[in-house]
Nanobody, 120 residues
Framework: EVQLVESGGGLVQPGGSLRLSCAAS????????MSWVRQAPGKGLERVSTINSGGGRTTYAAFVEGRFSISRDNAKNTLYLQMNSLKAEDTAVYYCAKGVTAWGLGYDYRGQGTQVTVSS
């Protein structure tokens, strides 16, 4: 059974930083691309960032480019999202999502999410 468990969310002031983690199990983590997606209040899901299976290729949505950094540790079956220079509009539930191939933007599972609130 695929399990994705996010952690690291919380309340942070504008300009602050957070690091999200996603612990994966139930599949061969190192074989699949992984993504972070988010859902802000009253809005649909939007892709934040994707990393390939080996960790050497990444892509970011324009609205986080230069502020967020995705990474993975295949030895620990863990995905990360370092978020810097946070803005109020980054407030959302953040989900990690399992890709369907070694590289690509599609996904077939996502976790329960972790809330990130950016507010003063």
């Amino acid at each position: 059974e695929v399990q994705l468990v996010e952690s690291g969310g919380g309340l942070v002031q504008p300009g602050g930083s957070l690091r999200l983690s996603c612990a994966a199990s139930g599949f061969t983590f190192s074989s699949y691309a992984m993504s972070w997606v988010r859902q802000a209040p009253g809005k649909g899901l939007e892709r934040v960032s994707t990393i390939n299976s080996g960790g050497g290729r990444t892509t970011y949505a324009a609205f986080v480019e230069g502020r967020f950094s995705i990474s993975r540790d295949n030895a620990k079956n863990t995905l990360y999202l370092q978020m810097n220079s946070l803005k109020a509009e980054d407030t959302a539930v953040y989900y990690c999502a399992k890709g369907v191939t070694a590289w690509g933007l599609g996904y077939d599972y996502r976790g329960q999410g972790t809330q990130v609130t950016v507010s003063s």
